[in-house]
Nanobody
Framework: QVQLVQFGGGLVQTGDSLRLSCAVS????????MGWFRQAPGKEREFVSS????????YYADSVEGRFTISRDNARNTVWLQMNSLKPEDTAVYYC?????????????????WGQGTQVTVSS
């Protein structure tokens, strides 16, 4: 059974940085594309970033392009989301997700497994 366990998150100030981690077990991590999504209060879950199974292809939402970086280490079965220059509008619960295909995707229904979510709060 594939499990995704998230680490990181917390309360920071505008302009600060945070790194989220997601450790995957129970499946062939190196064959899975990974994604990060977020959900703010009263809003739908939205795409943040994705990375292909090999790590060679990455995609970002326009709202985070240039500030966030997704990366992975297939030897450690882990994916990270480095978040810099955080803004109050980045406040949300962040979720990592994996899909049983090698290419990333932007729609949440295209992912098969999900982490437990972690709160990121950016104060102004």
């Amino acid at each position: 059974q594939v499990q995704l366990v998230q680490f990181g998150g917390g309360l920071v100030q505008t302009g600060d940085s945070l790194r989220l981690s997601c450790a995957v077990s129970g499946g062939p991590f190196s064959s899975y594309a990974m994604g990060w999504f977020r959900q703010a209060p009263g809003k739908e879950r939205e795409f943040v970033s994705s990375i292909s199974a090999s790590g060679s292809s990455t995609y970002y939402a326009d709202s985070v392009e240039g500030r966030f970086t997704i990366s992975r280490d297939n030897a450690r079965n882990t994916v990270w989301l480095q978040m810099n220059s955080l803004k109050p509008e980045d406040t949300a619960v962040y979720y990592c997700a994996s899909r049983r295909l090698r290419l990333g995707a932007r729609k949440d229904f295209e992912y098969d497994y999900w982490g437990q979510g972690t709160q990121v709060t950016v104060s102004s």
